[in-house]
């Protein structure tokens, strides 16, 4: 092959790659996909999950926690069912166990949350209530 050939067809390779892409090492690396949207937890459920509620009531307050199996001597309240709350199951009586915490159990005293922040907890325990008022 003369030179003018060589180049001939060098020129023709490099033209051929650029016009139907030439795959690297690189670019055949898979690319992750793009991080999921952000969500925003409504204030209750957002109370509910960082103050633990959910380890002991359950994600459904049914009293199937993740902890449940380590408090089995416990009667740990059904939130669905109104029958099991020690200090009733109205908005106010839910707020102050949240607050003071019930004595000779494992509830402690939530006094660190703001009075809004027990509020929406206790609102959002409410509607747990499957057989409402």
């Known amino acids: 092959m003369g030179r003018y050939q060589y180049r001939y067809v060098c020129i023709r390779l490099i033209f051929c790659m650029i016009l139907f892409g030439c795959n690297s090492e690189n670019d055949s690396i898979t690319k992750e996909p793009p991080p999921p949207k952000a969500t925003t937890v409504p204030l209750p459920e957002a109370m509910y999950i960082q103050n633990g509620c959910i380890s002991c009531h359950g994600p459904e307050g049914n009293g199937r926690g993740t902890r449940t199996h380590l408090l089995r001597e416990t009667r740990i309240p059904n939130f669905q069912d109104r029958t099991t709350y ?37 609102e959002y325990i409410l509607k747990m209530q499957k057989n409402n008022r």
């Open 86 to 122: 020690l200090n009733g199951s109205s908005k106010e009586s839910i707020a102050n166990s949240i607050k003071n915490g019930i004595p000779g159990t494992y509830m402690k005293a939530y006094s660190h949350m703001r009075k809004n922040e027990i509020d929406a907890l206790a």
